[in-house]
Every structure is written in C-alpha cells, then in structure tokens.
C-alpha cells in the first residue's frame, strides 16, 4: 500500500498518516526521483503540503477503521485480521 515499509511508493489518492501530524491525509501528488509527495487533508480542509518526504508517511490499513490506532500498529500490506 504504502511505500517506505514495502519498497512501493504512494500512489494518488492513497490515504496515510503523518509521522509529525495527527489526522488522516490524502496524497495529491507524487514525485519519485525526489521521494515526496503532496498531502490534504482526507476532509478536504486545509491547504496541501508539498515536497513531504516519504520517511514521514505511515501507511493506513486496507479499509481501516481506527482500528490499527486501537489496536497496534499494521506494516504496510498488512491485513487486519477478523479477532472474533
């Protein structure tokens, strides 16, 4: 899903969280040679922060739900697994 943890990079539209920043951002733009990308808010409030190095994104689950804040931390690809 996300790049730094399984050698892909992000892709437009893939949702991540910031290691500096709380909330859940959308990306908006990619620039491979460079290894950043432009963030907003996945509420479409805000302005777009650009040139954000990859190192700073952590991945969102597949269909997350908080459930990895709640939880424990998922490597990106990872599954969230039914517990029940």
């Known amino acids: 899903m996300i790049p730094v943890h399984s050698g892909m990079f992000p892709k437009i ?4 969280k910031r290691a500096e920043q709380s909330g ?3 990306v908006t733009d990619v620039n491979v ?8 808010a996945a509420d479409g409030q805000g302005l777009v922060s650009r040139y954000v ?4 994104l952590k991945p969102q ?3 997350c739900c ?9 490597s990106a690809g990872s599954e969230i ?3 029940s």
């Open 13 to 16: 539209g893939d949702r991540v």
């Open 24 to 26: 859940l951002f959308e």
């Open 33 to 40: 040679p460079a290894h950043t990308v432009s963030l907003k």
């Open 53 to 56: 190095p990859w190192t700073e």
């Open 61 to 63: 689950c597949a269909g």
């Open 66 to 74: 908080g459930h990895c804040e709640a939880t424990h931390e998922h």
């Open 81 to 83: 697994k039914d517990e």
